[in-house]
Antibody, heavy 117, light 108 residues
Framework: QVQLVESGGGVVQPGRSLRLSCVASGFTFSSSGMHWVRQAPGKGLEWVAL????????NYADSVKGRVTISRDNSKNTLYLQINNLRPEDTAVYYCARDLNLLLDYWGQGTLVTVSS | DIQMTQSPSSLSAFVGDRVTVTCRAGQDISNYLAWYQQKPGKVPRLLIY???TLQSGVPSRFSGSGSGTEFTLTINSLQPEDVATYYC??????????FGGGTKVEIK
């Protein structure tokens, strides 16, 4: 069955950087685009980034553009999200999700990023 | 404008009631509208896509309608297990993906 397992979250000071990972299994990772979505505590879902199956296309939400990089390693079945210059408003659970024609059909359990001094 | 506006932000209804949630797009998105359900403490789940097509395994009491800029999610005969927050998502282009703000559905 499809499994997505995120890691890399934690407590980070403002201005620092963090790289999140998402390991995929149960499907052909190299054949699927992938998303990152975040959810601040008690708030709604915010789409963050999308990468195509071969990294030829990437897109980002305006709120993170310039500070965030989505990437993938198909040889490791792993998706990444690099977040630089972290701000308190980046505090959220970060989910990776599989793309199905721009729908998000499978989601991981999420990893919590807390930005605090 | 890629914003998606949901209303109401929350609602409370009795078991067995019909519940309606509305989602408005800032521009015409044809039928590229999906609904997700997020139960308390759980991961979001794809419920409906193409405005009205139920994802496999979704109970038939859920339905979706609309096109263009106005869409509706309806739960016929609300059940206790439907307590959740519901989000709409536009997906007409990879350059403008966005979720609505969510509608929290509770039982009276």
């Amino acid at each position: 069955q499809v499994q997505l397992v995120e890691s890399g979250g934690g407590v980070v000071q403002p201005g620092r950087s963090l790289r999140l990972s998402c390991v995929a299994s149960g499907f052909t990772f190299s054949s699927s685009g992938m998303h990152w979505v975040r959810q601040a505590p008690g708030k709604g879902l915010e789409w963050v980034a999308l990468v195509s199956l071969d990294e030829s296309f990437k897109n980002y939400a305006d709120s993170v553009k310039g500070r965030v990089t989505i990437s993938r390693d198909n040889s490791k079945n792993t998706l990444y999200l690099q977040i630089n210059n972290l701000r308190p408003e980046d505090t959220a659970v970060y989910y990776c999700a599989r793309d199905l024609n721009l729908l998000l059909d499978y989601w991981g359990q999420g990893t919590l990023v807390t930005v605090s001094s | 404008d890629i914003q998606m506006t949901q209303s109401p932000s929350s609602l409370s209804a009795f078991v067995g009631d019909r519940v309606t949630v509305t989602c408005r797009a800032g521009q015409d998105i044809s039928n590229y509208l999906a609904w997700y359900q997020q139960k308390p403490g759980k991961v979001p789940r794809l419920l409906i896509y193409a405005a009205s097509t139920l994802q496999s395994g979704v109970p038939s009491r859920f339905s979706g309608s609309g096109s263009g800029t106005e869409f509706t999610l309806t739960i016929n005969s609300l059940q206790p297990e439907d307590v959740a927050t519901y989000y709409c998502q536009r997906y007409n282009t990879a350059l403008a993906l966005a979720f609505g703000g969510g509608t929290k559905v509770e039982i009276k």
